[in-house]
């Protein structure tokens, strides 16, 4: 076939497509595929056609939905990875990549997921990251909106629910009319009331916004109107039926309200809410004064007991109290003045290698090696809880489930949860045996502990005295990279520490017998104003 008649072939297999003309679509490309298969060249010219048949392949797949249909791009994906990528990117590939797999998800409903099914999830979350990096990378660190909903989709799926919050509002401040991000969004906080067993009316009314914003959009076919209309009826209906049982009448300028009450917070608490590092589960969804603590317990309103439920609290305690020092130092480094004083007292010879050297500097060392404890001890605490620890008894975070091993998977999913769900995959972020995408921060962790690491502000530190060349093993760093990935794993382990909490309440509601008296535990909150 002529070039010219290729094209014009494919533009009219995507307007099939998006007309909803699937089966005509797919015979298409179905043909489209063996000829350019048996007769083309392969050239550059080949590989790029080859990308837009799977990518007509895939979207057959899940718009129509016809898994072989999805499994044909998919292959065809794997058959030509290193040509397809030099052709449309790294990034394109990885994002078409995990379309076709999420077309291939054998089950739908995530809390039907399973210690099994959900290794699924954690290849298509992987090809996300993949993806997000790659354009960062090619895009000094801007962001493709949709990569990043299809990463909030994903991360839902496997109740990451802090997370995933956190990609649609990065995306829903950016103001573009992207649906899927407002319906995601709702949708989310809808599971955030399943998995936490709390809800507040802020909750509800931001439920209804998303679904409001739906409303506005020009990207919605208008055979789902109807059903977004239903969403903010219902919504409406519920806030009104809370506000009469709790006595309130609902507040039409809440919203003004709470942007007066996000104004008068502290310049530190602003912080944790906007870089997303608060660990208040009001403070997921809204920055009133609500979420001016870290307010996050175990017990609730709902009747969370049991003989566990005390020792599960002092340790949230603990994790909240390292948690809240690593935040802090990462603060105090982006905020407070350098201290001249002290790295003058500090007396460092002057070696001309642009090593950052000092107080500060160490703020974020300390910080970034004390998420990896944080981290470890929610694991030690999962195999107190459930009694899974590994068979030699070691506990690293990212690699004590082994659920490859003896009848691990088994013994883990019968204690599935959506919290341990999330936590394990998690972990498989950090595991470079599950090919985690950020797997190396743990390297350079141990790095920080055994090795010398060189943080420095250019791009290449200089050496004048070639300070550096005695030693192998020096890792180098800039700093701009440090900070990155210091506030990643700072929001991996506070994602954590809300999966951690959700695990423990949903143990206690399971085990909670109708008809028992149960002593309350009565926790309260220690103040020191």
Not at 97 to 106: F, G, H, Q, T, Y
Not at 256 to 274: I, P, V
Not at 343 to 370: I, M, P, Q, W, Y
Not at 481 to 507: G, M, N, P, W, Y
Request: aromatic fraction near 12%; glycine fraction near 4%.
């Amino acid at each position: 076939m002529e070039i010219e008649s290729i094209a014009i072939e494919l533009n009219r297999l995507s307007e099939a497509v998006s007309l909803g003309q699937f089966d005509k679509a797919m015979n298409g490309v179905d043909i489209l595929y063996q000829q350019i298969n048996k007769d083309t060249e392969r050239d550059a010219l080949f590989f790029t056609i080859m990308s837009n048949i799977a990518s007509i392949f895939v979207d057959v797949g899940h718009m129509k939905p016809c898994s072989d249909s999805a499994q044909k791009g998919l292959d065809i994906l794997y058959e030509h990875k290193n040509e397809i990528i030099e052709q449309i990117g790294e990034d394109a590939y990885y994002y078409n990549l995990s379309n076709a797999k999420s077309n291939l998800i054998s089950e739908k409903n995530p809390f039907k997921h399973t210690f099994s099914t959900i290794e699924q999830l954690v290849e298509i979350k992987t090809d996300l990251w993949k993806a997000i990096k790659s354009f960062g990378d090619a895009n000094t660190g801007r962001i493709e909106p949709t990569y990043v909903v299809n990463l909030g989709n994903s991360l839902k799926q496997q109740f990451r629910i802090a997370e995933a919050i956190e990609c649609y509002d990065l995306v829903n401040k950016l103001n573009l009319d992207i649906p899927q991000s407002w319906i995601n969004r709702s949708e989310t906080l809808i599971m955030l009331n399943q998995v936490s067993n709390i809800f507040s009316i802020q909750m509800l009314e931001q439920i209804k916004r998303g679904y409001e914003n739906v409303l506005l959009s020009k990207q919605i076919p208008p055979i789902w109107l109807d059903h977004y209309k239903e969403q903010v009826v219902f919504h409406k209906n519920k806030i009104v039926e809370v506000c009469r049982d709790a006595g309130i009448e609902p507040d039409p300028h809440d919203s003004e309200k709470t942007k007066d009450e996000y104004d008068k917070l502290s310049s530190y608490r602003k912080f944790c809410l906007d870089n997303s590092l608060s660990l208040s589960e009001h403070g997921l969804y809204c920055q009133c004064v609500g979420s001016s603590r870290d307010n996050l317990t175990i017990p609730t309103a709902g009747g969370i007991v049991g003989d566990f439920v005390i020792p599960m609290e002092m340790v949230l305690n603990r994790l909240k109290s390292e948690f809240s020092f690593s935040r802090h130092l990462y603060f105090e480094y982006l905020t407070a003045e350098e201290d001249y004083e002290l790295l003058h007292d500090s007396c460092f010879s002057e070696l001309f290698n642009d090593e950052l050297l000092g107080v500060d500097v160490e703020k974020l060392r300390t910080a970034f090696r004390s998420c990896f404890g944080i981290l470890d001890k929610i694991g030690i605490a999962i195999c107190e809880l459930f009694d899974l620890y590994p068979p030699n008894r070691k506990v690293y975070f990212q690699s004590f489930w082994q659920l490859d091993r003896g009848n691990r998977r088994e013994l883990f999913d019968r204690n599935k949860s959506p919290g341990l769900l999330a936590l394990y995959s998690i972990a498989t972020d950090l595991n470079e045996n599950k090919y985690g995408e950020w797997s190396f921060l743990k390297q350079l962790r141990n790095d920080l502990e055994h090795e010398f690491v060189v943080i420095h502000k250019s791009e290449t530190p200089s050496d004048i005295y070639e300070s550096y060349e005695f030693m192998d093993n020096i890792v180098f760093i800039k700093e701009d990279e440090f900070l990155e990935h210091l506030r990643r794993i700072l929001q991996l382990t506070r994602s954590a520490i809300f999966s951690f909490v959700f695990t423990v309440r949903d143990k206690a509601l399971k085990e909670k017998k109708d008809g028992v008296f149960y002593f309350p535990n009565s926790i309260h909150r220690q103040d020191y104003l």
